[in-house]
């Protein structure tokens, strides 16, 4: 049938179309789907992670229960930095003198948050099987605690460190060093320092495992992302370490 502006379709003919419609809309539905895990697993395996801070050893920087947001291409692809806060696995020993929390919850609606979160890289239940230390010493460097104005330094000079928790009065670590940083490892300190079992802990207690290996650290935290009301990224402090270099 035609008339004056053409062809007349059918009526049944758009009925035809809704069933491939239907198909092409699921299609699409699946690909996004799909996308979206991949994208997920991609972030969460290859650029970030998120952890709870499960001590108080980097007191005040960060607090029992806070979560960091990490970025896993330090050191795998970026390099580290004296001043990087850093997660790493257990070297050997550690965790059993941390003192570690464990994070709980009862909200089932908080928990299952924190699930769909955990599924993107943006939530973690692992801060228990980690550590959480600031980077002092490269490989190569020298580090001695403490000088005469009860400084820590690195390759000889002094460091005015702001971010340390001490006692008033008090030098910048409980312990007396004088170490070098081996190839391929690190010298990690909590900025808590007189209430952290970090590299100057294991040293003092004469431990097997004090410095810990570049191949144990996860990444470098980043941000401080929870609470809100402390939100903040976390310095490396170049100032700081301005002329340690060797």
């Known amino acids: 049938m035609t008339d004056a502006a053409?062809?007349?379709?059918?009526?049944?003919?758009?009925?035809?179309?809704?069933?491939?419609?239907?198909?092409?809309?699921?299609?699409?539905?699946?690909?996004?789907?799909?996308?979206?895990?991949?994208?997920?697993?991609?972030?969460?395996?290859?650029?970030?992670?998120?952890f709870y801070i499960p001590s108080g050893s980097m007191m005040n920087t960060l607090m029992v229960n806070d979560r960091v947001v990490v970025n896993e291409l330090t050191p795998k692809i970026t390099p580290l930095h004296r001043g990087d806060v850093i997660v790493f696995k257990d070297p050997g020993g550690w965790l059993a003198n941390e003192s570690p929390t464990t994070e709980q919850s009862t909200n089932?609606?908080?928990?299952?948050?924190?699930?769909?979160?955990?599924?993107?890289?943006?939530?973690?239940?692992?801060?228990?099987?980690?550590?959480?230390?600031?980077?002092?010493?490269?490989?190569?460097?020298?580090i001695e605690c403490c000088n005469s104005l009860g400084q820590l330094s690195v390759n000889g000079v002094p460091l005015d460190?702001?971010?340390?928790?001490?006692?008033?009065?008090?030098?910048?670590?409980?312990?007396?060093?004088?170490?070098?940083?081996?190839k391929n490892k690190l010298w990690v300190l909590g900025d808590n320092r007189y209430f952290s079992e970090d590299s100057a802990a294991h040293n003092a207690a004469g431990d097997p495992v004090v410095f810990v290996p570049e191949d144990d650290v996860v990444g470098r935290a980043f941000v401080l992302s929870w609470?809100?009301?402390r939100w903040t990224t976390l310095s490396d402090y170049p100032d700081v370490f301005k002329g340690t270099s060797k």
């Open 6 to 50: 053409g062809p007349v379709e059918p009526a049944h003919a758009s009925l035809q179309r809704k069933p491939n419609g239907m198909l092409k809309f699921l299609r699409d539905l699946l690909i996004i789907f799909v996308a979206a895990l991949l994208v997920s697993f991609l972030v969460k395996t290859f650029l970030i992670r998120s």
């Open 108 to 142: 089932p609606l908080m928990a299952g948050f924190k699930q769909a979160l955990s599924s993107v890289g943006l939530a973690s239940q692992d801060g228990n099987n980690h550590l959480i230390k600031r980077v002092i010493g490269l490989p190569g460097d020298k």
């Open 227 to 229: 609470p809100i009301s």
């Open 161 to 182: 460190e702001p971010y340390i928790n001490v006692p008033a009065g008090k030098p910048s670590d409980a312990y007396e060093y004088s170490v070098t940083v081996p």
